[in-house]
């Protein structure tokens, strides 16, 4: 059985350096979490997870765990339609949600991709710059 692993070279002074070799079992099956304080802290299985949220000041996003099989889709419909939504056809003709490939804090539930616009968006909050909040 291979497992892989991540090599870190961490800088401790001015020109040493120590080598550590965190395991994240094979197919990368596990999320090791690393302290340079402490070292490994714990490890979880990669899938324990469904939804992932990241705020950092006035960005955020929040992330779905796609390689557990979940799914998002957009209903197009308003709010006011809420009551009377049908799902019938929802995979075929409602529009799919992904989390970016290339930016972590672009996730599925954005309404709108990350920072495209000046008050930024995180699925139904929206961040007002004049009382530095979400709302």
Not at 24 to 52: E, I, K
Not at 64 to 93: C, E, M, R, V
């Amino acid at each position: 059985m291979r497992l892989s692993t991540i090599t870190a070279t961490i800088l401790i002074a001015a020109s040493a350096t120590s080598q550590v070799t965190v395991t994240t079992a094979p197919q990368n099956a596990q999320q090791t979490y690393y302290s340079l304080a402490n070292g490994v802290v714990t490890n979880h299985a990669l899938a324990d997870w469904d939804l992932a949220f990241e705020l950092t000041g006035i960005t955020g996003s929040i992330l779905l765990n796609t390689a557990k099989g979940h799914k998002l889709y957009k209903a197009p419909f308003t709010l006011a339609q809420w009551s009377s939504i049908d799902t019938t056809g929802l995979a075929a003709n409602w529009p799919q949600q992904h989390n970016s490939e290339t930016n972590w804090s672009s996730g599925a539930f954005q309404s709108r991709p990350h920072c495209q616009s000046f008050r930024p968006r995180l699925g139904h909050l929206q961040f007002h710059h004049a009382q530095h909040c979400w709302r």
